[in-house]
């Protein structure tokens, strides 16, 4: 099983979540808020190589902590992941829109400068900023749009820059999502949850109820659930190794 976007340090109990992760072999990666939380996933987490830990820091956030981006860009010598990071466009962030940008391409050349990075991004309602970003940086790493809300022109579009796309059951849960789902590159999709954010039925998911996604793609590609598992293995494989 895969949870490619996951806030482990967020759960109530973090440390029970993580010995279920290692009981059930699962691959995660834990994206961090800020490079604070970075350092203190890296203490839980400790030497399991099936959980990667993704340094940080949310555009939600930018506004009281942007001056922690160069602990961020200072991380990436010890991760190849960045995570969460990008654009929020939503009315309560707009304010600070400007500064989330100024780090965003910070954080984007620190990348460049350090040979790419596996990037997951957060888009909403910025996703045509947020692509405007990726064009302009040059050779960030591999971007990965977790949660994609965009349309399905600028599916296109981020497909184009090279990007992947993390999908998890509570975006599957809408007609958009996984209309935008059906028509994603299967070649760059993996499994994501967003836990403990992202919910189903009320309740937070957890990082196995990843494969709730499995049986959507399956039915969206028209593909047997075994194809699709395996095709979810190969794509991480050719990511992070």
Known sequence: MIDFHCHL???PEPAKVVAEVAKRGMYVLAVTTTPR?????LRFVGSNRRIRVAVGLHPELVGERHAEV???????LRTRYVGEVGLDGSPQHWGTFATQRNVLRTIFKACCDQGGRVISLHSRMAVQAVLDEIEQAGP???????????TPDEMVRA????????????MLNSKKG?????GMPRDRVLPETDGPFGQSRGKPLTPWDCELVIPILADLWDMPLSAVEALMSDNLRRLVI
């Open 9 to 11: 340090d967020l759960y």
């Open 178 to 182: 996984r209309l935008l789902a059906a």
């Open 37 to 41: 939380a970075f350092e203190g996933n």
């Open 159 to 170: 497909s184009g820059l090279g990007c992947w796309f993390s999908v998890g059951p509570a």
């Open 140 to 150: 960030i790493g591999t971007p990965v749009m977790h949660w994609f809300g965009g």
């Open 70 to 76: 160069g602990l961020v860009c200072a991380a990436l």
